[in-house]
């Protein structure tokens, strides 16, 4: 049985592993496409536009992964069966529950590669892929409105600690390749949801420990001297003139602000959650739900993340059952063209899943892990039909 185990984990990962290789070069052939066309302007050449390609590959093993695993698989188990070894194999006692187990064993090795590659790497690599085309371009960080990165945090009584006495929303026009934030805003509310505070900065650069520096910083503070009297609060909670009766406006050419938005939080805002690791969605998760902002696509995302390796032994397990069609039933090719059908249909489920999800407020861990639940009926059922043919 280990001879047996060897012979089918050396076959199906030499498939696995040519089949990995075209898709990544057909993938980095369309990226290098999509950047030719910027190639030559604003300092951007053609040796920024290769490594940009370079370090996307990562992600892309990670992606494609589960699909060229389902394809190598088949494309094993089809040369098994036109040249009768599998036949063979079962004439010599191999029931179908040791073939799963073999590939069970093989699928543990794909799935940690995976893993490997999109928690560890993918996420390091796809930040400086992203750095590169700007720094190549110099470029900033694009965002998802005109404007520039929006986000928000509390502000607390004793900076990263203590008793939430606000809230602050945080503005940057540009963030720079090397973290620096340029047009920065700050709008500061108290409890109750009024303008107490508005502050804008030149620059703003992170000194680490939650702290950013601040230059060429203008602060308007907005304050009613009304609202310092002991029961006043809630009379002055309806007269808005009132809460506009003094303007106060300081200078300073520099200004420490503790929050809680890292550059790492910054950079995730305006980020594909596709492309993070599952810590950083864990973690900006949280920092959205503490801020009272939605959550269902990173929470999804999140799930994916860990549900979409797994998709690995749903596939593989749907590929045994082309060990038995013999050569009658269809050549390698077409085999193969059915798998690769299967994976298209796979990738198109597994996104159209996470899109409805998301619209239709389904569970996060429900919607990542339905299109692998769906292949693995229909592996069954195939398992099921080739064992009673």
């Known amino acids: 049985m280990r001879i047996l185990q060897r012979y089918f984990a050396v076959s199906i990962l030499q498939a696995v592993a040519f089949v990995m290789l075209a898709f990544l070069g057909l ?222 406006t300081r200078k300073h050419q520099s200004k420490d602000l503790v929050s809680e938005i890292t550059p790492k939080i910054l950079s995730v805002s305006a980020s594909d959650p596709e492309s993070m690791s599952a810590n950083e969605l864990a973690v900006y998760t949280r920092h959205l739900a503490e801020n009272k902002q939605g959550t269902e696509r990173f929470k999804v995302a999140f799930w994916k993340k860990l549900f979409d390796p797994l998709a690995v032994f749903v596939l593989m397990a749907l590929a045994l059952p082309f060990a038995y069609l013999h050569t009658r039933s269809g050549g390698v090719s077409l085999k193969i063209f059915i798998g690769i059908m299967i994976g298209i249909s796979f990738l198109l489920v597994n996104t159209l899943f996470s899109h409805i999800g998301v619209l239709s407020t389904w569970p996060a861990a429900l919607t990542a892990i339905m299109p692998s639940l769906i292949f693995l009926a229909l592996a069954i059922g195939a398992l099921w039909w080739v064992e009673r043919h």
């Open 27 to 248: 993938l980095a052939f369309m990226d290098l496409t999509g950047e030719l066309p910027t190639v030559g302007k604003n300092g951007y050449g053609i040796q920024h536009a290769l490594l940009y390609v370079v370090v996307m590959v990562p992600g892309h093993v990670y992606e494609v992964m589960p699909v060229a695993a389902l394809i190598g698989t088949i494309y094993t188990m089809a040369q098994f069966a036109s040249t009768s070894e599998f036949t063979i194999m079962r004439a010599s006692s191999m029931s179908t529950r040791m073939a799963g187990a073999m590939l069970f064993r093989i699928g543990v090795v794909l799935v940690v590669v995976t893993f490997i590659f999109g928690e560890l790497i993918a996420p390091r690599t796809a930040p400086l892929a992203e750095k590169i085309r700007l720094t190549g371009r110099g470029a900033t960080i694009s965002a998802e409105f005109r404007s520039g990165v929006w986000t928000k945090d509390v502000i607390k009584s004793e900076g990263m600690s203590g008793q939430v006495i606000g809230s602050r929303f945080f503005n940057a026009r540009e963030v720079r390749p090397d973290g620096q934030l340029v047009g920065v805003k700050l709008y500061e509310f108290d409890s109750s949801f009024r303008l107490r505070s508005l502050t804008e900065a030149k620059t703003a650069s992170f000194q680490g420990n939650n702290l950013w520096r601040l230059n060429e910083v203008t602060e308007n503070i907005f304050s009613n001297p009304a609202l310092l009297k002991p029961g006043a609060e809630a009379t002055a909670a309806n007269n808005f003139g009132q809460e506009t009766s003094l303007i106060e």
